[in-house]
């Protein structure tokens, strides 16, 4: 994969050419020719969704009470929405939709 640059020029080995590829994962975060930066927050969004459906049952609860829903939130959604965005740049209308997401929870 080459990140960021316009060179067309392919890679080449004893055997052959080696095949490029636009994007891959690679410990959990997206990597793509653009730098994976919005690929990889579409990702965590995504995951972040799919636990909040798996974990619906817990949401709509009334023994559980909102304090505690509210711990969990923050111990497991977010863990998951946030993962590994220390090493990105958002953008705004991607921390917009982040932010959209955390208050639709």
Do not use: P
Request: hydrophobic content about 35%; glycine content about 6%; some cysteine.
């Amino acid at each position: 994969m080459k990140v960021k640059t316009d060179s067309s020029r392919t890679v080449t080995l004893a055997k052959g050419s080696i095949e490029e590829i636009k994007e891959f994962t690679y410990l959990g975060s997206v990597v793509s020719t653009t730098g994976g930066t919005e690929e990889d927050a579409e990702d965590r969004l995504g995951e972040a969704r799919t636990v909040h459906g798996a974990t619906d049952k817990l949401w709509k609860s009334e023994i559980i009470g909102r304090a505690t829903k509210v711990k969990i939130f923050n111990s497991n959604l977010k863990a998951v929405l946030v993962y590994a965005s220390e090493s990105r740049t958002i953008t705004q209308r991607m921390t917009d939709r982040l932010q959209a997401f955390i208050n639709k929870c």
